[in-house]
């Protein structure tokens, strides 16, 4: 989705749930999946404040957040995932 989107005001940040003494081993996984966007954690494992900030209780887990910081999506996978950005990312573009 991140290539196919990114250049309609989209982006993806990866919030890894690791724990300090496997930074060695996300940042290589990181790498090895030659992911393009931004990827923090705190290294708090479960204790990581995104987590817990937007109730993640399993993981993997994804958010869409609009420009205002609201939650328009979530638990969205595949086409699911695809049809709801192309609805939300073409809106503007049809009434231009």
Do not use: C
Not at 11 to 29: M, P, Y
Not at 34 to 58: E, I, M
């Amino acid at each position: 989705m991140y290539n196919k989107f990114k250049d309609h005001n989209f982006t993806i940040i990866g919030i890894s749930l690791d724990r300090q003494e496997n930074k060695a081993q996300w940042l290589a996984a990181v790498k090895k999946d030659g992911l393009p966007w931004l990827q923090l954690s705190d290294l708090k494992f479960w204790d990581n404040s995104a987590a817990k900030l937007y109730g993640v209780r399993a993981i993997p887990q994804n958010f869409l957040i609009d420009p205002d910081g609201n939650i328009i999506g979530k638990t969205l996978f595949g086409k699911g995932l695809e049809a709801k950005l192309t609805e939300i990312l073409t809106q503007g573009a049809e009434s231009n």
